[in-house]
């Protein structure tokens, strides 16, 4: 068993590195609903765009907290039930997880596929990436997903299973599926798509500056009356 001293600062760790992944879940459910408003494609969504955000990072919330408590019983830990207990909470906070990011996947799959099919006018006049953008989403979801399976396999099978044994799973589970997340956010971030869509309004720009060509001038209703 560590020491207090050698065990402090793997739980900080630890913690660090299970809750991480969790802000970065919260940041692919707000970019949905930002874009589901800016290519005003109310009609296509089971979900209302305000309801994306609240109802999906609230469960992240849920999520975050319940990983957290349970992190904190496990740093006071007195006897192994203690233990047993914090990693049972932990397995549950990422369950928690998982079953929201599948919802998920499904809102983002169905709103996709309704806007290609009846696309608004905003879909077809935006010269910005948004199919991209919602690419990048079903890739950080993906990943997020996976890394959080490996996450409740590595709890469930204890310390004495091979996912806690062998380091390098860690890498491949955990650590690259982050890293690939990062990589797709950095390259579709949601300002590519956002920021010159509000341009293109404000400024009446056209596709070859990185806007949209709207033809109809200022006088056009104005895209975010629905803004969340």
Known sequence: MMRAVEANPYIVQSLLILLGP?????????????LMVVLQGEKNVIIKPRWVTKDFVTGNVLSLFTQGDATGLLS???????VNKAKYIIV?????????????????AVFHWRTRKNPTRQSKEMCAPWQGLLCALYISSLMTLIRSVYRVAWYAQGLDGELQREEFWLYIFDSLPMIVVTIVLIVFHLGHVINKEELSYNKSTNCENGGIDLGGGPSDEAPFQGRI
């Open 22 to 34: 969790t802000l970065m879940a919260a940041t692919v459910y707000i970019v949905l609903s930002r």
């Open 76 to 82: 006071a830990k007195k006897t192994q039930t203690d």
């Open 92 to 108: 549950g906070g990422l369950a928690i997880q998982i079953l929201f990011f599948g919802v998920f996947i499904i809102v983002t």
